[in-house]
């Protein structure tokens, strides 16, 4: 089955211990993305990646990080996560930047 | 930033008519937008795209429009069902072809 795996689904931690949230994907696809989702916001794009070793800022990259050694896998780092960065995060991925994503099923945040 | 906005944040329909959700953008030069489903709990689902050489498409009930002079997108959904109950999000290709923006979703209430 296609999907777009996240892990952990949910996660309660505190300010400045380090965090990693992974991302893999089955479908060989080169694009894939990082979002959170805010109440009223909509979903904003973190970081993505074109393909391995290859990543760029989306709108709000500010105290992430992302890195990309294998096709499959895309985890987000936060290395010294605040309370602004409480959220729901989503993982996606696509063929390219310019066909419809799947997504994963999300990771809510909280910061304390 | 890039704008999305959807103007009207929640949609009651009853089951049967159909439904018209609309979303504004405001980069001239974005070239390809998808319309994602969201139920709660869940990641989003992609429902329909097009792209700027178009004005319409049609999917299995459902049809996007797209307006470039008025820089306006909507998505109809035609007899509405209980199962469309969900948030709808409209998402803007960034014309480059590697970022995406989000609008903030419209709430889709079917009243059976």
């Known amino acids: 089955e296609a999907q777009v795996t996240q892990n952990p689904r949910y996660l309660i931690t505190v300010t400045g211990k380090k965090l990693t949230v992974t991302c893999s994907q089955n479908?060989?696809?080169?694009?894939m993305s990082w979002y959170r989702q805010d109440p009223g916001l909509g979903l904003r794009q973190i970081y993505y990646?074109?393909?391995?070793?290859?990543?760029d800022k989306g709108d709000v990259p500010e105290g992430y990080k992302v890195s990309r050694k294998e096709k499959r896998n895309f985890p987000l780092i936060l290395e010294s996560p605040s309370p602004n960065q409480t959220s729901l995060y989503f993982c996606?991925?696509?063929?390219?930047?310019?066909?419809?994503?799947?997504f994963g099923d999300g990771t809510r945040l909280s910061i304390l | 930033g890039e704008s999305v906005g959807l103007h009207l944040p929640t949609l009651s329909v009853q089951e049967g008519d159909n439904s018209i959700i609309n979303c504004a953008y405001s980069?001239?030069?974005?070239?390809?937008f998808i319309w994602y489903k969201q139920e709660s709990g869940k990641g989003p689902q992609f429902i329909i795209d097009i792209r700027s050489n178009m004005d319409k498409r049609q999917g299995q009930r459902v049809t996007v429009l797209l307006n470039k002079t008025v820089k306006h997108l909507s998505l109809q959904i035609a007899a509405t069902q209980p199962g469309d109950s969900a948030v709808y999000f409209c998402a803007e290709n960034s014309g480059t072809g590697n970022q995406f923006y989000f609008g903030t979703g419209t709430s889709l209430t079917v009243i059976p």
């Open positions: 980069n001239s030069a974005s070239d390809y």
């Open positions: 479908m060989n696809h080169e694009y």
């Open positions: 990646s074109m393909n391995v070793e290859v990543t």
């Open positions: 996606a991925s696509s063929w390219s930047g310019n066909q419809p994503q799947h």
